[in-house]
C-alpha cells in the first residue's frame, strides 16, 4: 500500500548507456514530478507533469525524457547517461489546490561509471 | 552508506533539548511555505506548512515560525528525540512552483 513507489531503487550503468526508472502513485493526485537530488543533498525539479500533460520543464538536457502513459505514472527515460548524471532520483505527487503538498518515493541512486 | 553532504550546515542537539532549524527564503511574493524532512535513503517527507497569511503554526512537537518582513521561516522541534535525525528542507511556493531550500542536517546527541 505504498503511496509512492518508484523502481529500481539502485540502478549502476555505464556511461552512454539508456535506462528508465519507473515511478507510480496510489493516492489519485494529479501532478507527479521528477527531481534530481545531488550529493550535497540539493533537490531540483525537473519535470511535473498534470494529469499526463507537460506543465513544467526546467532546464534540463533532451536526454532526458519524461512519460506520463496515465496520471498514476510517470516515467523517466535516460538516454546517453554522463557521468554528472550520477544522483539520487525522486518521483514525487502532490494533491491539488489549496495544498501543495508533495509525496515523495523513496528515490532511486542512479550510478553512472 | 550514503555520501555526506559536506556543505549541509549541521546542528548538533542534545536529546531532550529544543531545536531550532532556520530559513531564508527567496521570494517575498511566495505565498505558502513547507518544511519536510529527509532520513537517511528515503524520500522527503512532509512535516508541516504554513500560509503567508499566519506567522505561526503548531503541530504535534513542531512549531513553524514565519516572518515575512526577513523572508525568515524557522520549524522548531520540542524535545528533540534520536529519530528526529535528519536532513530537514524548507520549501517556499512562487510562481506556481515549489523550491527547495538546501537543507539543515539535524544530528543529535545522547
Known amino acids: 500500500d505504498t503511496a509512492v513507489s518508484q523502481t529500481p531503487k539502485y540502478l549502476v550503468t555505464q556511461m552512454g548507456n539508456d535506462k528508465s526508472i519507473k515511478c507510480e502513485q496510489n493516492?489519485?493526485?494529479?501532478?507527479m514530478y521528477w527531481y534530481k537530488q545531488d550529493s550535497k543533498k540539493f533537490l531540483k525539479i525537473m519535470f511535473s507533469?498534470?494529469?499526463?500533460?507537460?506543465?513544467i520543464n526546467e532546464t534540463v538536457p533532451n536526454r532526458f525524457s519524461p512519460k506520463s502513459p496515465d496520471k498514476a505514472h510517470l516515467n523517466l527515460h535516460i538516454n546517453s547517461l554522463e557521468l554528472g548524471d550520477s544522483a539520487v532520483y525522486f518521483c514525487?505527487?502532490?494533491?491539488?489546490?489549496?495544498?501543495?503538498?508533495?509525496?515523495f518515493g523513496p528515490g532511486t541512486r542512479l550510478t553512472v561509471l | 552508506g550514503e555520501s555526506v553532504g559536506l556543505h549541509l550546515p549541521t546542528l548538533s542537539v542534545q536529546e531532550g533539548d529544543n531545536s531550532i532549524i532556520n530559513c531564508a527564503y527567496s521570494n517575498s511574493a511566495s505565498d505558502y511555505f513547507i518544511w519536510y524532512k529527509q532520513e537517511s535513503g528515503k524520500g522527503p517527507q512532509f512535516i508541516i506548512d504554513?500560509?503567508?497569511?499566519?506567522d505561526k503554526r503548531q503541530g504535534q512537537r513542531v512549531t513553524v515560525l514565519l516572518n515575512k518582513t526577513v523572508k525568515h521561516l524557522s520549524l522548531q522541534i520540542a524535545a528533540t528525540q534520536p529519530g528526529d535525525s535528519a536532513v530537514y528542507f524548507c520549501a517556499e511556493r512562487s510562481a506556481s512552483k515549489i523550491i527547495f531550500g538546501s537543507g539543515t542536517r539535524l544530528s543529535i546527541r545522547p
Open positions: 493516492l489519485g493526485h494529479d501532478t
Open positions: 514525487a505527487s502532490k494533491a491539488g489546490v489549496p495544498t501543495d503538498t508533495q509525496y
Open positions: 507533469y498534470n494529469n499526463k500533460e507537460l506543465i
Open positions: 504554513i500560509r503567508s497569511n499566519m
